[in-house]
T-cell receptor, first 119, second 111 residues
């Protein structure tokens, strides 16, 4: 199946700094990528939908100025957590839809996740 | 809006026991249904999927059947192993939208 990677897999940063997380589709072009956030022992919450070449669509309650999403190419979307604080500590997971194979099934392929810890 | 409800966990079983994790959904239209598994410290892996009513998805001994009449997609396995211990998520998706997940069910299998 299609492969999605994330980098870094984990990051520790100081409060007030910004952190960038990359999500790449390795063997397909993804016009749409999604960013999720997962708190410990909880489900995934959709943060935003990222469309290549256009502005991301954020879910209600997600601060677009704090969580900057850029989908500059068909294989790369980035999530930047600006001025991170301890409450931003979480597991961030991206997913991508492969239009070549998943239009029929609406399947999404997930990255392995990035664990962010803000001190 | 669309939603997924799955049974609360944790589910604790002995090795070789029968597993059922219930999942029901509410959706307009005809969604595709999925089960994802998340092992400790890892991302999500697709376990199985079904795209239309009466489809049965299966993988690694797990099965689930898309039941439109009961809006359900229950996950079953005849004989669980310790290595099946993980969190299982039921999810649905409609065309052009993101996945909607249930809250997840933690399965713990002991030898």
């Amino acid at each position: 199946g299609a492969v999605v990677s994330q980098h870094p897999s984990w990051v520790i940063c100081k409060s007030g700094t910004s952190v960038k997380i990359e999500c790449r589709s390795l063997d397909f072009q993804a016009t749409t990528m999604f960013w999720y956030r997962q708190f410990p022992k909880q489900s995934l919450m959709l943060m935003a939908t990222s469309n290549e070449g256009s502005k991301a669509t954020y879910e209600q309650g997600v601060e677009k100025d704090k969580f900057l999403i850029n989908h500059a190419s068909l294989t790369l979307s980035t999530l930047t957590v600006t001025s991170a604080h301890p409450e931003d500590s979480s597991f961030y997971i991206c997913s991508a839809r492969d239009p070549g194979t998943s239009e029929l099934y609406n399947e999404q392929f997930f990255g392995p996740g990035t664990r962010l810890t803000v001190l | 809006g669309d939603s997924v409800t799955q049974m609360e966990g944790p589910v604790t079983l002995s090795e070789e026991a029968f597993l059922t994790i219930n999942c029901t959904y509410t959706a307009t239209g005809y969604p595709s249904l999925f089960w994802y598994v998340q092992y400790p410290g890892e991302g999500l892996q697709l376990l199985l999927k079904a795209t239309k009513a009466d489809d049965k998805g299966s993988n690694k001994g797990f099965e689930a059947t898309y039941r439109k009449e009961t809006t359900s997609f229950h996950l079953e396995k005849g004989s669980v192993q310790v290595s099946d211990s993980a969190v299982y998520f039921c999810a649905l998706v409609q065309a052009g939208t993101a996945l909607i997940f249930g809250k997840g069910t933690t399965l713990s299998v002991s030898s």
